[in-house]
């Protein structure tokens, strides 16, 4: 089976499903049914969303599965709570503080595994 795509190939606009068919005992219903907000997403930002679901909603985790820094998970993330429809709201001082503890334990982590330098370490925990 192929994926269900979300949008219309020649002018973007969101698809509708209008015929489904149990393959089972083949009934067959004809109607109009909408796709759910997470066809929405590119292939991409879907494959994204099932990591950081897969990572228990931790960034730092999802930052390490990944490769990538944790500003950069952060911000693949807003782009997908965007495309879903929602607005990304202003962290709170606590949420920010914890998102600064994730990120300085990431670099530590980094650290005694050696896939980073005392000197990058010590850089990178500047810039927080």
């Known amino acids: ?9 020649v002018c973007g606009d969101a698809l509708i499903v209008t015929l489904l068919q149990c393959p089972h ?4 219903m004809e109607g109009r049914f909408g796709l759910g907000r ?5 292939q991409e930002q879907l494959s994204f969303a099932e990591l950081f679901l897969r990572c228990e909603g931790k960034l730092s985790w999802t930052a390490e599965e990944m490769g990538i820094s944790y500003p ?8 997908v709570i965007r495309a879903l429809g929602y607005e990304v709201r202003e962290e709170t001082p606590a949420e920010e503080k914890q998102r600064r503890s994730e990120r300085r334990q ?6 005694a595994a050696r896939s980073i330098t ?3 370490a010590a850089e990178l925990l500047k810039k927080q």
């Open 1 to 9: 089976m192929y994926p269900v795509p979300g949008s219309c190939p």
């Open 25 to 28: 005992c083949d009934t067959v």
């Open 38 to 42: 997470f066809h929405q997403l590119s």
């Open 72 to 79: 950069t998970v952060r911000s693949r993330l807003e782009e």
């Open 106 to 111: 990431t670099i530590l982590n980094d650290l």
């Open 118 to 120: 005392a000197e990058e």
